[in-house]
């Protein structure tokens, strides 16, 4: 009776490799997708931050130059954004108490294989922020 018992947990032996070749590709997917989402979401709040942050300096009185080189620098240290792209409005001189609306826009590549046929190749940032301008520089 042992040796019946013996022969057959025997023939189960490939069982467990089989399962785990039929489950396995299905959790990197997961896990790559988890991954992908992490990197969208790290995007989408570094332009909704730049966009804040150069509304701010709009409000105490940057001129667009500086606003759009502080955005600039603030998403170049997110290495996986492109195509920064900053439209201030309005633009040039600001009055006392007009708001003034800094939109920012960027890309993020899909780098997870399968994902570009529901997202595209790249998927877009894009945010605003409004504030009312606080200070306005005097003309020299």
């Known amino acids: 009776m042992l040796a019946a018992m ?3 947990t025997g023939r189960e032996n490939g069982q467990a490799l089989v399962e785990t070749a039929l489950v396995l590709p299905l959790v990197l997917l ?22 804040r942050e150069g509304a701010r300096l709009a409000a ?7 606003i759009s080189v502080k955005v600039q ?15 201030i409005e309005p ?7 007009q708001p003034v609306t800094v939109t920012v826009e960027a ?3 899909v780098i997870v294989p399968f994902f570009d046929l529901f997202l595209g190749e790249s998927f877009r940032h894009e945010a605003d922020a409004t504030m009312r301008v606080e200070y306005v520089q005097e003309a020299t």
């Open 6 to 8: 013996l022969a057959k």
């Open 30 to 51: 997961l896990l790559l997708g988890v991954v992908q989402f992490g990197i969208i979401l790290s995007g989408e709040i570094a332009v909704s931050s730049a966009a």
């Open 60 to 66: 105490v009185g940057a001129t667009d130059a500086e």
């Open 73 to 87: 620098n603030m998403l170049h240290n997110s290495p996986l954004l492109e195509a920064v792209s900053v439209h």
């Open 91 to 97: 633009q040039g001189a600001r009055s006392f108490g």
């Open 107 to 109: 890309g993020t590549d």
